[in-house]
């Protein structure tokens, strides 16, 4: 079976693009990777989480754990709509917020903006096109609309021509 990567991956990927494509070259930002690793077997599950562990990963970490400007630090962790983050990221975020940064947990472009916009009130170091800006923010509505119309309309698996033959033998036995 392929490997079909979460909603928050999607996302991870379109918030790094956006970033590389916006963010000033002197502004350290980073994009961790951490929660792709963590497929296969219970073994191999367990080999990468250890593997991370003694390389220095901690539980908790962020997806987004770095976006230093002007000595304040930005901690973004993306999750799908609905979901909370686990105990570990919000033990994370507070150590953050006890050092003097912002943390937040997002689930939209939208809320990603609006956090960089509320970490760094007076100077926002993405500066992206007005009209670029707001096409990628418009993107999770269409993403939203699109789900919704899916939802809303189902499709019927079409009857195989094996089953309809099997619907017709059964009508022709009970006739009179």
């Not at 929660?35 to 080999?47: D, H, K, L």
């Not at 007076?122 to 418009?138: F, I």
């Amino acid at each position: 079976m392929p490997y079909t990567p979460k909603p928050e991956h999607a996302l991870q990927n379109s918030v790094a693009n956006f970033f590389r494509a916006h963010m000033p070259p002197d502004v350290p930002w980073s994009s961790a990777d951490h929660g792709i690793t963590f497929r296969g077997s219970a073994i191999q599950r367990a080999n990468t989480g250890n593997r991370l562990a003694a390389r220095g990963g901690a539980k908790g970490l962020h997806d987004i754990p770095i976006i230093l400007y002007r000595g304040r630090l930005l901690s973004i962790e993306l999750k799908r709509p609905g979901e909370e983050p686990r105990p570990e990221q919000i033990a994370w975020g507070d150590k953050i917020v006890a050092q003097g940064g912002y943390w937040a947990c997002c689930a939209t472009r939208r809320e990603v903006w609006d956090a960089v916009c509320a970490a760094y009130p007076d100077d926002n170091p993405l500066k992206p096109p007005p009209a670029l800006l707001q096409w990628w923010l418009a993107k999770d509505d269409a993403e939203v609309v699109a789900k919704v119309r899916k939802a809303a309309k189902p499709r019927a698996a079409r009857p195989k021509a094996s089953a309809l033959a099997k619907v017709a033998r059964a009508r022709a036995e009970t006739m009179f």
